[in-house]
């Protein structure tokens, strides 16, 4: 996939998922808009039209154009609605997982299975500790000498 189209498929994507179908109608002055607001492309409407035929010709997506009839039965142009197909959904995901590799390196590594687990704390240390903060000399409080002895 070229720039344009990449990202003309990431604004397809985005615009269904903001409204959690697998379909969008986005008109071309909107699709224009976006490019240029969030991948910074400044794409004319006639490129803009040769990249969905792209994208149509390589099973991406399925363009459909929708008319309505006037009552003296000619038809009026509408909007064009765009499926998304399982080829455009499977990019995306294996996009999000390359992405997902790449900055892996930043989470806290994993402990191997055969190191030894942190011991936990025995309770009755904790109990003599506190035992020692309640004797105290100063009437309930105890000194800082007497809770590190």
Known sequence: MTQ???????TF???????NKFYCYASRETLCLLLKKYHHLNVSPRT??????????QGYIIRVQRNWSEVNGSKRFRCNLYYLQKKLLLWVKNLGDYARKVFSVFRAPILAHYSSKPKR???EVGRGIVDILWKGVLKGRASLSEAIL
Do not use: C, T
């Open 121 to 123: 704390r025995d309770l």
């Open 48 to 57: 803009l039209s040769r990249r969905i035929k792209e994208l149509h010709d």
């Open 4 to 10: 344009q189209q990449e990202a003309l498929a990431r």
């Open 13 to 19: 994507v985005g615009i269904a998922k903001k409204h």
